[in-house]
């Protein structure tokens, strides 16, 4: 069976031979794979491994590019496939959309330095990457054309809540919630009105799969109040979905955290994938019979505690019970719920996989 057919059988309700496989690991993790197999294309890593999936992002504009450079880091600080970042002479990595971050002493991870809304009185201080340079969509282009006849091709995009913080600080655009409401109201509008322009030219490009990725949660619940989400960033991103809907596309969101408060709503505005289901803080099996009629439910797979503390048996008992339990019926792409660290055995990482294509046949 062709991956982008099983992933449209899975999306429909209706079982294919095996769940859908995805995962996204730490460049540490992938550096371990390559050394282990012997091999350096990834591509041919994920068709050993059942990837069913391919990804493309979206490139800067070519005048950034002009004045950009691929990121020394390996720390999700850069833009595009090529990762590219302006090195500012204080040390920090600014994008295309003038936000800035620095990186920890093992060049890991980064936090936050600046964002260029902080400060200013109107959100029509900023100006969005033009959503009408044909060069930002080449890379989409380009991986359609070479997985069209086989993968589904997903490009991610910000939701709209992570979007307004980068843009505006994290602090002060909660901050604005309550006591700048006329601000909040315009950012919001804005984004929104961006987001509709580029996931429409995502879509002419080839794109299947639209990924709006974004923590709202913690591991104990929230980041903000539903009842806030529900009326400001819930119709915000119905219109998004209604004015880009295509036949053959289908819209992914993707929360850390407990955030099953809100998965009926997003099931109500269209959303046909929410990821990642953490076993961790969330009853994967009851979600699953409460809404796997509606949904499709990505990863599920234990990234805190099974990965890295178990056994090799322990995750193949795992991925059986999740392909028995949420994928009888379709509706499971089998994924770890996290991206993979280093922390993590090879041979539990591999297992996730092996024990997936062994299933061939058995749902």
């Known amino acids: 069976m062709r991956p ?90 600014e994008d295309d959309r003038g936000i800035r971050r620095v990186v920890d002493s093992t060049n890991t991870y980064f936090r936050f330095t600046h964002h260029p ?27 359609v054309q070479r997985f069209k006849d086989r993968y589904m091709v997903q490009v991610e995009t910000g939701n709209i809540f992570r979007d307004a913080w980068e843009l505006r ?24 009105d961006h987001k509709i322009a580029d996931v429409s030219r995502m879509i002419q490009a080839g794109a299947d799969i639209i990924q709006m990725a974004g923590d709202i949660a913690s591991g104990q619940g929230m980041l903000i109040s539903p009842a806030w989400w529900r009326a400001e960033i819930k119709p915000r991103l119905a219109r998004v979905i209604t004015a880009t809907r295509r036949p053959g596309v289908y819209y992914y969101f993707h929360s850390d955290g407990a955030m099953q408060t809100v998965i009926p709503d997003l099931i109500e505005i269209g959303f046909d994938i ?31 505690r099974t990965l890295p503390f178990g056994s090799v048996e322990d995750v193949r008992t795992e991925v059986r019970a999740r392909i028995r339990e949420l994928g009888h019926d379709g509706g ?32």
Request: hydrophobic fraction near 40%.
């Open 117 to 143: 809304l902080r400060g200013a009185e109107s959100p029509d201080a900023f100006t969005f990457p033009n959503p009408d340079l044909p060069e930002r969509y080449a890379h989409i282009s380009g991986q």
């Open 169 to 192: 600080g994290f602090e002060q655009f909660l901050m604005d919630t309550r006591l700048n409401h006329a601000f909040t109201t315009r950012l919001l509008d804005r984004i929104t």
């Open 4 to 93: 982008c057919d099983r992933v449209r059988m899975t999306l429909s309700q209706v079982a294919p031979d095996r769940p859908p496989l995805d995962g996204a690991f730490r460049p540490e993790v992938w550096k371990s794979i390559r050394a282990y197999l012997g091999m350096h294309d990834d591509d041919q890593i994920k068709n050993m491994l059942g990837f069913d999936f391919r990804q493309a992002v979206i490139e800067p504009s070519a005048e950034f590019a002009s004045t950009a450079v691929p990121a020394p880091v390996e720390a999700y600080v850069g833009v595009g496939s090529r990762d590219l970042v302006r090195i500012l002479p204080t040390g920090e990595f």
């Open 274 to 304: 929410v990821d990642p289901l953490q076993p961790e803080c969330m009853d994967v099996f009851a979600l699953k019979r409460q809404y796997g009629a509606h949904i499709t439910f990505r990863s599920t797979l234990s990234s805190q």
């Open 332 to 363: 499971l792409i089998l994924a770890p719920s996290n991206a993979v660290q280093p922390d993590v055995p090879l041979a539990n990482l591999l297992a996730v996989y092996d024990e997936t294509l062994k299933s061939v046949g058995a749902m």
